[in-house]
């Protein structure tokens, strides 16, 4: 037995895990089946250990999943199909359908997910993502961050970030956001960052896909993203039959952790509108 109501699946991006969901789980508990698994290699996880995570009503379940050593996001969009079947087979009340919610990387993933398994998706949320791939000095940038993850460690490359990820007015005024990215970033290993970066530079435009999504897509942009500035989402989202694109304000590349508040409001008007 199957429930008609669909599932969430929540993606986090690069060099984060699921705990960049935490703001999000609190309202929709209860109300939703929950997915928020953290891809292998990511928030700690590895061989043998309990890397994913689903809420089913308000009980947690952790699910032990062989760790594969993926190579692409289109490997990692099979993998969670087969999270999901091993969800199915433990518990009856697991949903055929999901809203699938990425973030950055994550929203790759989800593009992914949609293409290669899209009898299971009843709805797009992309957050602080896009379809296009890399140019020339993107990839150069990511073959240096591979090189001095390798020679220098992880910290090195992620750290540095944080200015990036997030606006200065969160970096000024929230300790507490920077504080939980931080630990995510420091939680990442040479091997996780280097492998991510190579499927990421391998990734799959889908360009010429976004005109043939055919299912509801809320497309949310952060008002101070400088990775995945707002025009280009907005162009993205122009492209997508039936999408809403929404700005969140005060908010840099990480918005559903930044403005929490502003971000769940417009991710529960989508969730009305299915
Ligand atoms: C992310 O936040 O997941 C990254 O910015 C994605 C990327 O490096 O393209």
Redesign the pocket.
């Known amino acids: 037995m199957t429930t008609n109501k669909p599932g969430i699946l929540f993606l986090h ?4 895990d699921n705990r960049v969901w935490s703001e999000q789980l609190g309202f929709l508990d209860g109300h939703f089946f929950l997915f928020r698994p953290n891809f292998p290699g990511f928030g700690q996880t590895g061989p043998g250990e309990n890397n994913v995570y689903a809420i089913d009503g308000s009980s947690p379940i952790y699910i032990s999943l062989e760790f594969t050593d993926w190579t692409s996001l289109a490997g990692l969009s099979d993998w969670l199909a087969n999270a999901i079947d091993q969800l199915h087979d433990m518990l009856p009340t697991v949903p055929d359908k999901w809203i699938v919610c990425g ?4 929203g ?1 993933v989800a593009l992914e997910f949609w293409k290669r398994h899209r009898y299971r998706v009843a709805g797009l949320v992309l957050t ?2 896009k379809a296009s791939i ?1 140019d020339d000095k ?1 990839i150069a940038n ?1 073959l240096a961050v591979v090189e001095q993850a390798n020679s220098l460690g992880s910290d090195s490359v992620t750290l540095p970030m944080l200015p990036k ?1 997030l606006a200065q007015s969160s970096m000024e005024t929230n300790p507490k956001v920077v504080a939980r990215v931080e630990a995510m970033m420091r939680s990442i290993s040479s091997t996780t960052i280097s492998r991510s ?1 190579q499927a ?1 530079i391998f990734r799959n435009s889908f360009m010429d896909d976004l005109g043939v999504i055919d299912v509801p897509t809320l497309v949310l942009a952060g008002a101070r993203d400088v ?2 500035p707002g025009s280009l989402m907005e162009s993205m989202a122009a492209k997508i039959p039936q999408s809403y694109f929404k700005v969140i304000e005060d908010a840099g ?1 990480l918005a559903p952790m930044e403005n929490p508040a502003d971000w769940n409001s417009e991710f529960l008007s989508f969730l009305a509108k299915l």
């Open positions: 991006g690069y060099p984060l973030l950055s990387m994550g790759y602080n993502t890399d993107a990511r990820l970066q990421m990775i995945t590349h």
